[in-house]
């Protein structure tokens, strides 16, 4: 542990003075990638540590990012706290039902399981005009962060630029290092070494007196309402949800940013989160193919550095100490 | 309720509906079981479910698109439906290239991988149809203006639409035929039930695999032909058409033949029946059946354990 | 006492009657060795006592109380464990791990979710003692994949002891390693075993580890019991000898 705080500090650091040190719209970016690295903790729980790949997890996503839009709709709600309570409640309801049903199976059985629930939930987006406006999706507002005591200092003359590039990321980082930390503590906690023995062997951990299938249940549920929690920061940063983000392709670039950073790692799934996000903001300004390049990225990911970028770095490094 | 009811009393209460409606559906279900029945023989044989068959699919109602908008004016009558098969073909030879390139090295990896490549590679051929033949659906009604329609129990019906279905008929008895008749198919049957075993037994694996392949591949292509004529050569086609072959093969069971055609029977009913008396669930209600077939018989309803 | 007892005990495999009718008991105390060729029963009977197979038929009891129908979970809290033939460990764990997540298991810890594993000092301290009492403790921090086979072995061993279990069932814990090895690694075994006072049902090959470790001798054939005794019974019986022994134990 304080091995690892003498890289930890500075990169908090870092993150912190970032909004000074960065344009708004890059600042933004970033925002955009810690709130996908939170989704991927989330998601990683699933696949790193318990050995299974959820093909479903937009569903969580998009229940986590349509919760607040619904407060907004209905109840004309204001509050960041709501809509975070609001979107974890949410998604913890459907991850405890979908979870539930999606553990009967591993492998590839689970991830098309997680797969069609989750396109059950798009197709109801998508149908049900009365309640999500369909394909025109819902706006949510700027919301007021802390009950109103994290004002800025400009008041009314802030922008939404502003907001988006200054406090709310700030209020985006707080959550990001509170899952950092509580995720952090979870795959080191007894619960954590469980789900691993689960991942290594799932015969022998029944036989250490795990039950499987009820520890798999947890670990949906929690993995769920990361990434839940996710969907909700990022309705806000995004002004509008649409079906888009429950559909089972959102559900691949969750996948292919926790491979891409690595998922064998703890940290992994966080630098492919941002990594992504970048290459995924320049390559759509760079080119209209940019599903192209992405793709392309994947599969060379796939056949020639499979641990992903931190993996790789680390066997590079390993060997580079072992040479000298 | 009562409405869903009202709807099908219609529904069945007129000759004429009914039968459009069957035909509907057989047609759908045709061009479901095209696409799933690659999909199930490739899991059947490989063990590997490959999430960019459905821009396969794309690609030959694309190919397809393209070759019949350079030949109509030239080419005639039915020469056309010639190109029907060149789609077909051309998606064959892309998954005869595929296979041995990407796919082979993965194998012996975790199945992860397997999912995650051929997601990448759903990626990459859906913006190589994006930039080939551009943001535009690619159209073409020549054949069904060709062959007309007819009447069928006072239901005026498409032709072409009655070819697509016995075109998934013969496809699905070809098939059939095929791994059940004939050697090669014992040798991938021999194959999909013990690849070890038959690899003992002088079985060129290598081969097989490539083999399985590029038929899954040219059955997706042939569904991706048959159904350009009619609802043209879309982005976005192949990933929505992928996510219904899903729900077929699930509920057939994933790679049993025999399921993929009760399959698409069964969504194609479903389908028919959803867009006439429940098109809000319609999708929710076919996802929901996967899901719930997959919980109570994970074989699928005629698959192996 | 009797701490575990089988009652007509079936489990067939097609026509195979792998486990067949069998009345099989364990006394609190002893170290039972249960032989038999390959495919006689032996590691189907462990594997349906321990609850990874359901029976066709019969009963299994166990401290008196009717165990047939619950779950492994409820086994192991009733005290049974067992290792593998072939090594089933947590392979990307290290050492320590793979013994404290047995512990954190028995002390009803692993629902924890918000505790750091590392800082529970009395499973940490626990879970050195019995790599300690295994001599596995220098690779403590080495994850089990990288272990040699005869480590395995002995870490698989330590995975089950871990439990504290009342019965402990060892599916050949000498397989697979030279010969060299077999006995330090049984000697190891049962001295924990005998100190510990646990109760142990021992699968095995070799003659010489059989006759040497144990104080009774269970014989299956063809999925049932052929014989049941002291050591030197089942020396001097001789439809063992003929059919089990013969070529195996010089006369």
């Known amino acids: 542990m304080t091995r690892n705080l003498r890289y930890l500090i500075p990169i908090a650091l870092l993150l912190v003075i970032l909004p000074y040190a960065l344009p708004p719209y890059q600042t933004i970016l970033f925002s955009y990638g810690l709130i996908f690295a939170i989704a991927a903790l989330g998601f990683n729980l699933l696949l790193g540590y318990t050995g299974l790949l959820s093909f479903g997890h937009s ?16 109840f004309g709600a204001g509050s960041m706290e709501l809509f975070l309570l609001a979107g974890i409640f949410f998604t913890a309801v459907v991850s405890a039902v979908f979870g539930f049903i999606c553990v009967r199976y591993t492998r590839i059985f689970f991830a098309i399981l997680a797969l069609a629930l989750s396109q059950v939930l798009w197709s109801l987006a998508l149908k049900l005009f009365w309640l999500t406006n369909g ?74 007196g795990v039950q499987v299938r009820r520890y798999r249940w947890i670990a949906f549920l929690v993995s769920g309402v990361f990434t839940g929690l996710a969907g909700s920061l990022w309705v806000v940063l995004n002004g509008l949800v649409t ?35 970048f290459l995924k903001a320049y390559a759509v300004g760079f080119t209209v193919y940019w599903q192209f390049l992405l793709g392309a990225v994947l599969v060379v990911i796939v056949l020639s550095m499979p641990t992903g970028i931190l993996g790789t770095a680390n066997t590079i490094w390993l060997r580079l100490r072992r040479a000298a | 309720m009562t409405a869903f009811v009202q709807c099908l009393g219609f529904t069945l209460s007129s000759a004429d509906i009914l039968t459009a409606q069957i035909l509907n559906s057989l047609f759908y279900a045709s061009i479901l079981f095209l696409i799933a029945s690659g999909l199930t023989l490739v899991y059947g044989v490989m063990r590997i479910v490959n999430l960019a068959h459905g821009n396969l699919f794309a690609l030959g109602a694309y190919v397809t698109g393209w070759a019949l908008g350079h030949a109509v004016g ?3 009558g039915p020469l056309l439906f010639a190109l029907l098969l060149a789609g077909a073909i051309a998606v064959a030879a892309v998954g005869a290239v595929l ?68 075109v998934g008929f013969a496809a699905a008895v070809g098939l059939w035929a095929f791994v059940y008749k004939t050697r090669f198919g014992v040798i991938l049957r021999a194959t999909s039930q013990n690849m070890r075993m038959a690899s003992a037994l002088g ?53 049993s033949l025999e399921g993929a055609l009760i399959g698409a029977i069964i969504v194609g009913l479903v389908r028919t029946l959803g867009i006439m008396c429940f098109p809000e669930i319609e999708l929710a209600v076919l996802y929901l059946i996967a899901a719930v077939v997959l919980l109570v018989r994970p074989e699928g309803l005629f698959g192996r354990a | 006492m009797r701490l575990l007892e089988t009652q007509r005990l079936k489990k067939y495999f097609g026509d195979t009657h792998a486990v067949d009718e069998v009345d099989f008991s364990v006394t609190q105390g002893e170290v039972l060795a249960l032989i038999g060729a390959n495919g006689a029963g032996k590691t189907t009977l462990v594997n349906v006592v321990s609850g990874l197979l359901p029976p066709d038929g019969g009963k299994i009891h166990f401290q008196g109380i009717d165990v047939t129908h619950q779950s492994i979970h409820q086994r192991i809290e009733a005290g049974i464990a067992r ?109 924990i075993v005998r100190s510990g006072k646990i109760t142990a049902v021992v699968i095995e090959h070799d003659m010489d580890v059989v006759f040497t470790y144990s104080d009774r001798i269970v014989v299956m054939h063809e999925g049932k019991i052929l014989a049941d005794g002291s050591p030197d019974e089942i020396r001097r019986n001789e439809q063992v000898t003929t059919t089990l022994l013969g070529t195996t134990v010089a006369p």
């Open chain 2, 99 to 166: 296979e041995p390139t990407l796919l082979r090295p993965l194998y012996k990896r975790a199945e992860e991988y397997q999912l995650l490549i051929t997601f990448g590679l759903l990626l990459v051929l859906e913006d190589m149809m994006h930039w080939l033949w551009g943001p535009h659906p690619l159209t073409s009604g020549a054949l069904p203006d060709l062959v007309g329609s007819a009447t069928i129990f006072g239901a005026t019906y498409p032709n072409y639409n009655i070819l697509v279905i016995a």
């Open chain 2, 74 to 76: 030239w080419v005639s």
């Open chain 2, 203 to 255: 079985v060129n694996v290598k081969r097989v695999y490539v083999q399985a392949f590029t038929i899954g591949c040219f059955m997706a292509g042939l569904g991706g032909a048959v159904i350009m004529p009619i609802s043209g050569a879309v982005l976005g086609m192949g990933i929505e058409a992928l996510i219904l072959a899903f729900v077929v093969v699930v509920v057939g069971g994933l790679g």
């Open chain 3, 83 to 191: 290792s593998f033939q072939l090594v089933n460990l947590f392979d990307q764990l290290t050492c320590l791990d793979n013994i404290a997540l047995p512990i954190f298991s028995r002390e009803k810890k692993t629902r924890r979710l918000m505790a750091l594993a590392d800082k529970d000092r009395a499973v940490r301290e626990e879970a050195m003692e019995v790599l300690q009492q295994f001599g596995l403790a220098p690779k403590a921090a080495m994850v089990a994949g990288g272990l040699a086979q005869g480590e395995r072995k002995l870490l698989d061993v330590a995975v089950a002891y871990a439990l504290r279990p009342r019965l402990l069932f060892l599916d050949e814990p000498t397989s697979g390693v030279s010969t060299r090895e077999k006995a330090p690694i049984m000697d190891i075994i049962t001295s």
């Open chain 1, 59 to 74: 569903a969580y996503f998009g229940v986590g990012a349509y919760a607040p839009a619904f407060l907004v709709k209905y």
């Open chain 1, 135 to 208: 394909t025109d999706g819902l706006r949510v507002p700027t919301p007021t962060l802390l009950g109103g005591l994290a004002s800025d200092v400009l008041g009314s003359a802030e922008t939404k630029l502003d907001f988006l590039s200054h406090r709310y990321y700030y209020y985006v980082l707080a959550v990001f290092f509170l899952c950092v930390a509580v995720m952090w503590v979870i795959v080191n906690s007894p619960f954590g070494k469980a789900l691993q023995a689960i991942r290594d062997n799932e015969t022998r951990a029944e036989f250490v």
């Open chain 1, 243 to 277: 079906p888009d983000i429950l559909y089972w392709t959102f559900s691949g670039e969750i996948v292919f940013l926790t491979v891409l950073g690595g998922f064998r790692t703890f940290a992994g799934p966080i630098l492919g989160a941002v990594v992504f996000n």
